[in-house]
């Protein structure tokens, strides 16, 4: 370790405990930033001590393949590093490496850090991956999906592919590449890329995806999900098949965008060698990320309780697959809390809420209550209304805390609640507060 | 009473939410009891006199454009701009906008011709102009299009000026406009619209909407045309917000 390195990883550690003394956040970013500014080179450094390092990226479904493909590997027994919070620019994979250093260990080298992990499982954001991936030296990159998503900040689909197909250009062909066979934006991937590439996809499933001139050609995909059939919002079952295997699985996540994420993990375990037949019967033990199908407990006076469920939103294709999943589920006094934000995270355009179809949202129960709120209420109230919601069934509050706990009062069946991200991350605040849930920060 | 919405190239040219537009001309003529149906037109397709009562065009990703801006060549242009000088409504944003005009020059290769339905052209530059948008629509008595603030998002880096006879849709309060240099934004002409307004538009800008609708069954009909009254609290709450936030 060189005098730089050393002070750029103090220097982060010292961030992190002020940032968790003050309560100002959880550490995901700012130890990374202020690291990278004092030793630039951190992240190719540190990273390289790991044997083998994954990278995820796409628009939807980062976290939770990460947190998958960590979840299996962790139970072979492999030590497993992380960007756990979502962080997923470059400064949030700083952190993850500054974090692996225990504080006293700081000093006694190869006691802590990267060296001690067998495996880093990154996922980054669509556009800092360009800046990453040089970086990084991955042994597999995941590709899961392209939509339009934050155009405000990321730009079109067309371009942010061609930015990929240049970045691959100059990756090691010993890296082996995995992409959504379903998605005909990503195969065009494959003609910039030298080495192995792999393919998963749903037989007989078309995402609604991008690609707008040629209809998708039909590729062979090396792993396949087969008979996908959703039970409740509890699971979701199918086959899978790979070369001339074929096996059953239960997904205890509801959605078939969660089967693609699950194919992504499995095919990145199946090509990394870990034993699949553990990975199988673990399955159904596995629990989703912070804010993507989080199941809560509300607690009322005289030990009463009410159910909750957590479902971020973010983009017209990631919003309108969780549309789809919850509307048959929906019963009669359950309702529904939306929360659209237009911060920089979310995206300062909210126009994307009319390319999200909240007409799916409409479905056999008639009055359904729903309460709006965020810093964009007004405009998503709206969008209800153009879907076909009476707006004398929508409660309008840009305020939180105020427009959840009128959401939750007199709640007699399940709360609804789709937040955006930086709607999320405030009412994982309010929920913490209330000892509903732990604080984002202490979760893995 | 009913109506035909012609989205113009649909299922290329829909990005920001743009569709957001036709939806809001599709239920605000629902709940008055006029029936309407939106038709994509794209590459292709025939489009023949009468065949359309008002036409949306949105924008589009690059390489798309370069496709329709083609199709239009081939007489699609022409036709659009004959049913215009009838008095048919038409909105185009972002791009729409701009393959509407003389010409669009991007960086490098050639020149993307236009159709010259309005009297602009459009320049690509490094400024990517981007945020949301307030305009003071000044009164055009001549199609009956009366004062009013209009508000939405504009993300676009091409920079459209107008010709010394083009008619600005509006004066920017907040934002950037046609190109960021002259305050103006969007153009006019007859009752056609072009402008750099997602958001979505109409929905928060009912009064808008309702224009359309109301030119469009005028021509249609051939008579006068008063639009009943909606009830649009939640449209004007949106929009006094957005205003008031941003402009």
């Not at chain 1, 699949?276 to 993507?292: D, E, T, V, W, Y």
Request: positive net charge; hydrophobic residues 40%; proline residues 4%.
């Amino acid at each position: 370790m060189n005098l730089k390195e050393f002070t750029a990883i103090a220097a982060g550690k010292t961030v992190l405990g002020l940032t968790r003394t003050l309560k100002v956040g959880g550490g995901s970013a700012a130890p990374g930033l202020y690291a990278l500014k004092i030793y630039p080179d951190l992240i190719s450094k540190l990273s390289r001590q790991i044997p083998q390092t994954v990278v995820i990226t796409g628009t939807n479904g980062k976290t939770t393949t990460a947190r998958m493909l960590a979840y299996f590997a962790t139970q072979q027994g492999l030590r497993v590093l992380r960007n756990t919070t979502g962080s997923n620019l470059e400064r949030g994979i700083a952190s993850a490496l500054i974090n692996s250093y225990q504080a006293d260990e700081l000093l006694r080298v190869g006691r802590s850090g990267p060296a001690t992990y067998d495996l880093a499982v990154w996922e980054v954001d669509e556009a800092a991956f360009n800046l990453v991936l040089p970086q990084i030296k991955p042994d597999l990159i995941i590709f899961l999906n392209v939509f339009r998503d934050q155009l405000d900040r990321y730009g079109e689909v067309d371009s942010v592919v061609k930015k990929w197909a240049q970045t691959l250009k100059h990756i090691d062909p010993q890296t082996t590449i995995l992409i959504n066979g379903d998605d005909a934006n990503l195969l065009e991937l494959r003609s910039s890329f030298r080495g192995r590439i792999r393919t998963f996809g749903v037989k007989n499933y078309k995402i609604s995806g991008e690609k707008t001139f040629a209809d998708k050609q039909k590729t062979r995909l090396d792993f396949e999900a087969v008979g996908v059939k959703t039970i409740g919002l509890q699971k979701t079952s199918f086959s899978i098949t790979w070369d001339k295997f074929s096996t059953p699985a239960t997904l205890p996540l509801p959605g078939v965008y969660h089967v693609y994420n699950f194919l992504a993990a499995f095919a990145a375990a199946h090509i990394m060698d870990l034993p699949l037949k553990p990975i199988l019967k673990n399955l159904p033990r596995f629990s989703p990320a912070f804010g993507r199908v989080e199941k809560l407990t509300f607690k009322y006076a005289g030990d009463r309780t009410r159910e909750g469920y957590i479902f971020l939103i973010k983009n017209p294709a990631g919003a309108t697959q969780v549309f789809q999943t919850i509307a048959p589920e929906l019963k009669k006094d359950d309702r529904l809390f939306l929360a659209l934000n237009d911060k920089l995270a979310d995206g300062t355009d909210v126009s994307w809420i009319w390319d999200t179809e909240f007409e799916k949202l409409k479905r056999k129960v008639q009055e359904l209550k729903i309460f709006v709120s965020g810093s964009r209420a007004e405009d998503l109230a709206l969008r209800l209304k153009y879907a076909g919601f009476d707006p004398a069934d929508i409660t309008v509050n840009r305020n939180l805390v105020k427009s959840l706990s009128s959401a939750k009062r007199k709640l007699s069946g399940r709360l609804f609640i789709l937040p955006t991200y930086t709607a999320l991350l405030e009412l994982q605040k309010i929920l913490a507060k209330s000892g509903v849930k732990q604080h984002y920060w202490k979760e893995s | 009473m009913h109506l035909t919405i012609g989205y113009l190239y649909g299922d290329l040219m829909n990005i920001y939410g743009d569709t957001g537009n036709t939806i809001a001309l599709q239920r605000r003529a629902q709940w008055r009891g006029i029936e309407i149906k939106i038709k994509n037109i794209s590459v292709g397709d025939k489009l023949k006199k009468g065949g359309v009562d008002i036409f949306f065009f949105g924008g589009g990703q690059d390489q798309t454009q370069q496709t329709v801006a083609k199709d239009m060549q081939k007489g699609k242009g022409k036709l659009i701009k004959a049913e215009i000088e009838r008095g048919i409504p038409l909105l185009s944003i972002c791009g729409g906008y701009q393959l509407l005009g003389d010409y669009y020059r991007p960086h490098k290769g050639p020149k993307l011709a236009g159709i010259g339905l309005f009297p602009v052209y459009t320049q690509a530059s490094f400024e990517r102009m981007i945020g949301n948008i307030v305009i003071e629509v000044s009164p055009h008595p001549e199609v009956g299009l009366p004062h009013q603030l209009v508000v939405g998002f504009e993300n676009h880096s091409g920079k459209t000026f107008l010709k010394p006879e083009a008619v600005p849709f509006g004066h920017v309060i907040k934002g950037f406009g046609n190109n960021g240099e002259d305050k103006s934004e969007g153009c006019i002409y007859k009752n056609a619209i072009g402008c750099y307004m997602h958001g979505s538009l109409l929905p928060k800008n009912p009064q808008l909407a309702d224009w359309f609708l109301q030119k469009a069954l005028e021509v249609k009909y051939g008579t006068k045309v008063e639009l009943k009254p909606l009830d649009d609290t939640p449209e004007l709450k949106a929009q006094r917000t957005a205003i008031t936030k941003f402009g």
